[in-house]
């Protein structure tokens, strides 16, 4: 994707960076969860979406 303001999707569909905050809003939405859920979720399992998703399904579960 590129640098432009008003897409607010992610830059790349299979990692997940924080670096902006409409990233943040847009995986926010998308599992459900909140920004500090998030970010554990990345920390312990990386960036990958995949792996976020999984997590954050386990936490839930």
Partial sequence: MTDDATDHGPRDGAR????EDYELRYWTQNFGCTGTEL??????????V????AYLKNQKA
């Fill in 39 to 48: 970010r554990n979720a990345m920390m312990a399992v990386g960036p990958m």
């Fill in 50 to 53: 995949d792996n976020v998703r």
């Fill in 16 to 19: 997940i960076d924080l670096g």
